[in-house]
Every structure is written in C-alpha cells, then in structure tokens.
C-alpha cells in the first residue's frame, strides 16, 4: 500500500499534516524541521524527516511494538542505528506510532483523529485510536511505502 503524508502546518514547535491510506485520513503531528549540516536527514531526535518516498519495514519493540519504520537512504535514513554506513551521519527508528504531543516524539509521526491543543501545546487527540484505524487499513506486512509531501 502507498501511504501519502501532505504537511500543512509547520510552526517551531511542531508540524502538522494529513495522513491518508485509501478512505482513511488521519491528522498528523511531528517535530519542526531542523537542519542538521552533516546529514540531510535533520537533526536526529528533534527534527521531522526530510519530504520523500520512504520504504516502510516493520518494526517491533516493547516500546513500539507492531508499528513500521521509515527508510530512505539516499536522504541517510535507516532502520536500525547498525544500519548506517560507518563514516556517515543519518536518522535510525524513525517511526509511525500513537503520541499527542510533538515533545513526545523523537523525529516520529503520530497519528490522530482531529487536531487542538491542551496546556497551550498544539496536539493531534487520540491518537492510539488513530493508530489502530491505520493498523485495520494497512496490514503489518513488508511492501508499503510512505511519501512525505511539505506545504506548497
């Protein structure tokens, strides 16, 4: 399945976007852009992801488990920490998973139903139920790509 991202929003504290698999769109937050000068991935933890076709593996932890990871390695994005080249700097565990906040994420995508804000933060709002949504769409299986879209 092809998964599209089209970023709307972007302020210095957060992005926002839609997430959109068939019939299903979904809202989206993520980190701001942050350059970072060694890598075109931006700065890793704190930044969202360069716009782009991204490969999308699947990814299993305790912390996240049954979610999917991005790759794309020509914009030094890659799966695991082990996965990057030695001698190059990049982006590993970058993923989609259920979060409110953008503070909560480490350069992730999160999933929600609708868009606001609580405690003067901008959020997405249930946002595990929105990964659930997405997870009865697009089964947890290889073959899937993401294309991340920045505002016009």
Not at 13 to 35: A, D, M, N, S
């Amino acid at each position: 399945m092809n998964l599209t991202l089209q970023r709307d929003d972007a302020s210095s504290e957060r992005t926002f976007g839609k997430l959109t698999v068939g019939q299903l769109t979904l809202q989206t937050i993520e980190r701001p852009w942050i350059p970072d000068i060694y890598s075109p991935a931006g700065r890793n933890g704190v930044s969202c992801v360069p716009p782009g076709i991204y490969s999308l593996v699947l990814h299993n932890t305790e912390l996240h488990p049954e979610t999917w990871a991005l790759v794309n390695t020509e914009l030094h994005v890659w799966h695991l920490p082990t996965d990057i080249p030695v001698g190059q700097r990049g982006r590993s565990a970058v993923l989609i998973h259920p979060a409110n906040f953008a503070h909560e994420l480490m350069g992730c995508i999160a999933p929600g139903l609708s868009r606001g804000a609580a405690g003067g933060l901008d959020m997405v709002s249930q946002s595990r139920a929105a990964f659930g949504q997405l997870k009865a769409v697009v089964p947890w299986t290889t073959g899937h790509t993401l294309t991340i879209l920045d505002a016009a």
